[in-house]
Structures are given as C-alpha cells and as structure tokens.
C-alpha cells in the first residue's frame, strides 16, 4: 500500500497549519460522550506544537447537520480538545458541514479553509473515504501531509489486506447500512465469514443484494416501540410482531456469533449489534465486544465509532490488537482502494 507522505517530514517552524482531524464523536446530552477521537488526534497536534508552529486550525465535521445546526455545534468538542491540550495556539473551527461546500467538496470552501494557513496535515483517517473540501480539494491547494495516525491506520488495517491468519471473520453491523452494503458486497471474498446484527441485518432480510453467504442473526430482541424503555421480548428472528422493531440480536445469535469470533484468527469488527446505547438493547454488543476481547490468539481490529464506544464502556479496548478510529474508511480500506483523503496526498 501507498503511503502518503508524513506530517514528520513537514518545516512547520513558524508556519500556520491546517489539521484535519476527525472529531466526529458520540455525543449525549450536547457532551461529548466519548472522546478516543479526540486523544487518537493528539499526538499529531503535539508534534506540530513541538516543532514550533506558531497557530494549529483543527477542522473537523460532527455529525450529519443539513447547513447549520445547533445540535452539531463544535463547542464541546472544542473545549475536551483545549482541556487535553492545553495550548492556545490551538483552534477548533466550527463544524465543517455547516458549510454546503464541503461535502460538494467545493474548491470555494476549501480556499476559505486554507485561507491564511501555510501547510495542510490530514490526520482524519475516519473521513479519508470521503472526498469533501476539507479532506480531498484542500490538499491540492495547500502542501499537504499526513498525520500520525492516519499513517498508523494505514499501516494497521494494511495488515489485513495481506495474507492473513485464518478464519477471518468479519462482524458489520450499526446504523449507516446504505454507506456498508456496497462495501461489504466487495469484501465478500476476503472474509472467511461475515456476522451481520443491527440495522443492517433488518435490511439484509428484506432485500439481500450480497452474492455471498452471510450469517444473519436467528433472533432478535424486539421492542413494541423505539424507545429506551419500550416494552421488549426476545423472538425469533422472523417471528417478530408486524408493528415490534429488532433493537439488538436475541441470546441464541449471541452465542453463536460469540463462538465464531472465539475461533477466528483474524477479526475485523466494525458498528455495533443493536441500539446499545439503551441498557435494554445493549447485550447484543457488549457480547461482541467481549468475544472479540477474549479471543487472545487472533489479530483483531475494531473501527467505528460506536463500536469503539462499547468496547470502551466494557473496558475492553486494550484487549484487542488495534482500535481503529474509522468505521466506513477501514471498510472501504478494505476494499483494497486508496481512500480520496489519502490519495490527495503526495509521496
Ligand atoms: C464516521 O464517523 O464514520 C466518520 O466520521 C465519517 O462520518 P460520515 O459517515 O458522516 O461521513
Ligand atoms: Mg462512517
């Protein structure tokens, strides 16, 4: 694989840098709910800040607003980045996607962005699938150079597009199903299985475009309603109520897909099983998490996120061999394409 060129080779002494992070965490209740983006983004912030750059713009998108919208506003993103940083040569622009350029990935944008900033670093691996002004066309107006650890994704989720140990087993599950099927339809082959849960396998029973074998879960945890504190059942998986909604697999699933994961050598776990956020829901993915932490001998990556937020509130993220800060870009890394934010960036 290609790698772009590294922020350690940038002359930023004195210089005004444009970092592109990805900033994009869970919130709860306007705060942020997890802050592993935020730490994965420090380390290149830091080496800016050591080589003596006199200002760091940190850009980033929150969210999926339409234009302007106070739910998104960076404000608290901002202030957990200043409490660990601690350094006013840092500022935190307002949410990219407020502007209708970005994801148009408008050259108008981008110069705005680049506007009085001498060198580009993208160190937002999470949003390198996507060609937005501030990840794609600003790099073809500033120099441009990766962060610290878009290159160590690269270099960690590289590992499983080599040869590796098998089984490999592919878990995918979450909300962004449209921005997955495509994906995992070109993963098919590399996988020597693949777990399907959460909103994606409620899709994949209506209308199953994947020309390869996939294990959908057998049952489900139903809720007359979507609500934390809906009524809720276990059913099997084609039992389910007309009206009831499949929030998280069913105990049956669980223990399947948990001795699966216990048997692969090589695990790729990407978006959780259910709405894991409401306790109710919440087992489906916590055993996920667990499995994929047990399994000691495997080689095992988990991205998104979500999921990356339920391993952590197991607190199991240190028993697995990488946590990766993307969910659709590891996949589509995975694919075994260069991502547009990567390959906006020279050699
Ligand atoms: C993510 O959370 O997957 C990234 O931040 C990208 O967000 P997006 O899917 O809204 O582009
Ligand atoms: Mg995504």
Not at 70 to 83: C, T
Not at 143 to 155: D, I, K, M, S, T
């Amino acid at each position: 694989m290609r790698l772009p060129r590294s922020v350690r080779d940038a002359d930023v002494a004195g210089k005004v840098v444009l970092v592109r992070a990805d900033l994009n965490v869970p919130l709860a209740d306007g705060a942020v709910a997890d802050d592993t983006r935020i730490r994965a983004s420090l380390p290149t912030l830091r080496l800016l800040l050591d080589n003596g750059a006199s200002e760091l713009r940190v850009c980033s998108h929150l969210g999926r607003p339409n234009g302007y919208d106070e739910r998104y506003v960076m404000a608290p993103v901002a202030a957990r980045v200043a409490e660990l940083v601690g350094d006013d040569r840092v500022h935190v622009l307002e949410n990219t996607r407020f502007d209708p350029g970005e994801t148009k990935n408008d050259e108008g944008f981008a110069r705005e962005l680049a506007d009085g900033c001498d060198v580009y670093v993208n160190d937002a691996f999470g949003s390198a699938h996507r060609a937005h002004s501030s990840t794609e066309a600003v790099a073809r107006i500033l120099p441009a150079y990766a962060g610290l650890l878009l290159l160590a994704e690269l270099e960690h989720l590289g590992k499983l597009l080599g040869d590796v140990e098998r089984p490999f087993v592919l878990i995918s599950g979450g909300a962004k199903v449209e921005d997955k099927l495509g994906v995992l339809q070109n993963l098919g082959g590399r996988a020597d299985r693949v777990l399907i849960g959460g909103k994606m396998a409620e899709e994949l029973r209506e209308n199953n475009p994947l020309d390869f074998e996939v294990e959908l879960p057998t049952d489900v945890v139903g809720a007359s309603e979507f609500a934390e504190d809906a009524e809720s059942r276990v059913y099997p998986y084609d039992g389910l109520p007309d009206a009831w909604l499949g929030l998280d697999i069913g105990p049956q699933t669980r223990e399947r897909f948990a001795a699966k994961v216990g048997a692969a050598r090589t695990i790729f776990w990407n978006g959780p099983m259910g709405v894991f956020e409401w306790p109710a829901f919440a087992a489906g993915t916590r055993a996920v998490a667990r499995a994929v932490a047990d399994n000691d001998g495997a080689f095992s990556i988990v991205g998104g996120a979500d999921s990356v937020r339920a391993l952590n509130d197991a607190g199991l993220s240190d028993k697995v061999s990488w946590v990766s800060t993307g969910g659709g870009a590891s996949l589509e890394l995975l694919e075994g394409n260069e991502l547009p934010g990567v390959a906006a960036i020279p050699s």
